[in-house]
């Protein structure tokens, strides 16, 4: 059974950071592609940054050079270093594979706000 357990999130003052961390299990984690995806307060889910199984990673333009996507192979744990942060960055932040399971394998995420 593929599970991602996300933690990390919390209150934090706009500029302020966050580091987010995605356990899977249940998954060929070192092989695969992992991605971080937020929905915001009545907005769908959006991908927010993806890393390869090589290390490359991408970004959504709203958080590049501000967001860092890593990944601990041997920890099969993902990480979000988000910096700088905004209060439209507020969300409900989830891991999945990159494109996403097409099973319903989403985990609880975590909440962010930034706000004042």
């Known amino acids: 059974q593929v599970q991602f357990v996300e933690s990390g999130g919390g209150l934090v003052q706009p500029g302020g950071s966050l580091r987010l961390s995605c356990a899977a299990s249940?998954?060929?984690?070192?092989?695969?592609?992992m991605g971080w995806y937020r929905q915001g307060p009545g907005k769908q889910r959006e991908w927010v940054a993806t890393?390869?199984?090589?290390?490359?990673?991408n970004y959504v333009e709203s958080v590049k050079g501000r967001f860092t996507i890593s990944r601990d192979n041997a920890k099969k744990t993902v990480y979000l270093q988000m910096n700088s942060l905004k209060p439209e960055d507020t969300a409900v932040y989830y891991c999945?594979?990159?494109?996403?399971?097409?099973?319903?394998?989403w985990g609880q995420g975590t909440q962010v706000t930034v706000s004042s």
């Open positions: 249940g998954t060929m984690f070192s092989i695969i592609a």
């Open positions: 999945n594979k990159d494109p996403p399971y097409a099973q319903n394998y």
């Open positions: 890393i390869t199984s090589s290390g490359r990673t």
